[in-house]
C-alpha cells in the first residue's frame, strides 16, 4: 500500500471509528440497565483497547468524548502515549495498561504520561516493584497510583494471573505494604471462545466470587472493588453479571493489524465488524439477560 492510499485509508478509518464507539457506548448501557438490583450500583467504564491502531483513531474516539484506552505492550503505550499528536489533542486521556508486565519493564511503563491504572499486577512481588518505582519516579507528589490485581480464573498455563485462591493474601500484602498503590479491583482475561449458550461464563463467576470472599474477608464494602473482566465478544454478558470495566477493541477499531499478517489488506470496518459480533452476541445472549426485579 502506498504512503497516500495507507494516510487515505486511516482518515476514513478513523471517521467510522466514531460511529462504532457510540454504538458499544449504547450496548455498555443498555447491559448495565438489565444488572439485577442487587448488584452495585457502579456505572461500567468502556476501555478502547487501541493496539495497533494509528493515533488518530485514538485521537478520533478522544474526540467523541472518550477518554479510557487500554494497551496490551508496553513499548506501543510508551510511544503511543508519548505522540506529539496524541499529547497535543488528547490532554485527559486516561491510559489503561492491560498487557502482562515483566519487572524489567516497570519504570519504562511508569514512566507513561497520563497512565491511569496498571490492570495486571499479577504477584505480591510485581506489587512491591511497581510500588518502588512508582514512589521514585512521583517524587514530591503523593497521588497513588491505580492498580489491579489479576487473577488467571480459568487455570490455562498460557494466561497469567493470580492462583484465584491467593487473591486475598496479595491484596491484603498490597493495602498494607504498598502505600503508593491504589488497589482499584480484579481483573481476569478468562478462557477465549466460551460458548453462553452453556450458561454464565464461569470466569466471571470465579472473579465475582473471589470479589465476595475479599470483601467478607477484609471488611471491604463491594462496590469499594471494581471487576475488570468482558471483551469484545463478551462484555454484554460481563456487564449484566457485575463487570465494572470493559476492555473493548476489535469492535471500535476493527480487526488488528500485526507485522507478520497480511499487512496490505484493509482490516473490515468497525461498524461491519461490531455489526456481525453484536448479532452473533444477541443470539447467545437472548437466553442469559437478566431481567430486572
Not at 477465549?192 to 464461569?202: A, K, Q, S, V
Amino acid at each position: 500500500m502506498s504512503s497516500s492510499l495507507a494516510r487515505m485509508w486511516k482518515v476514513a478509518m478513523s471517521e467510522e471509528v466514531g460511529k462504532a464507539l457510540q454504538s458499544v457506548v449504547e450496548r455498555v448501557n443498555q447491559a448495565a440497565a438489565r444488572r439485577p438490583k442487587t448488584l452495585p450500583a457502579v456505572p461500567p467504564r468502556l476501555v478502547a483497547v487501541s493496539k495497533t491502531k494509528p493515533p488518530e483513531m485514538v485521537v478520533e474516539a478522544y474526540r467523541q468524548g472518550h477518554r479510557n484506552f487500554g494497551e496490551n505492550y508496553v513499548n506501543e503505550l510508551v510511544d503511543k502515549a508519548s505522540d506529539p499528536l496524541i499529547l497535543a489533542s488528547c490532554p485527559e486521556i486516561r491510559w489503561h495498561f492491560i498487557g502482562h508486565l515483566q519487572k524489567n519493564n516497570v519504570n519504562k511503563l511508569l514512566g507513561v504520561p497520563n497512565l491511569f491504572v496498571v490492570e495486571t499486577v499479577d504477584s505480591a512481588k510485581l506489587a512491591d516493584r511497581v510500588n518502588s518505582s512508582w514512589q521514585r519516579l512521583r517524587g514530591a507528589s503523593t497521588q497513588r497510583l491505580k492498580v489491579m490485581v489479576q487473577l488467571n480464573t480459568s487455570g490455562e498455563q498460557n494466561k497469567h494471573g493470580l492462583p484465584p485462591e491467593d487473591t486475598v493474601s496479595t491484596v491484603q500484602h498490597i493495602l498494607s505494604h504498598c502505600a503508593a498503590l491504589d488497589f482499584l479491583g480484579l481483573m481476569t482475561i478468562g478462557r477465549y471462545g466460551y460458548d453462553l449458550n452453556l450458561g454464565p461464563n464461569p470466569d466471571f463467576q470465579t472473579l465475582l466470587g473471589r470479589r465476595q470472599q475479599l470483601c467478607d474477608g477484609l471488611q471491604m464494602p463491594l462496590e469499594r472493588v471494581e471487576l475488570s473482566m468482558g471483551m469484545s465478544t463478551d462484555f454484554d454478558h460481563a456487564i449484566e453479571v457485575g463487570s465494572t470495566n470493559v476492555r473493548v477493541g476489535s469492535i471500535i477499531f476493527g480487526n488488528r493489524e500485526y507485522p507478520n499478517s497480511a499487512t496490505n489488506t484493509p482490516a473490515p470496518s468497525p461498524e461491519k465488524t461490531a455489526k456481525s459480533v453484536t448479532e452473533e452476541a444477541a443470539k447467545k445472549m437472548q437466553h442469559l439477560t437478566v431481567s430486572k426485579p
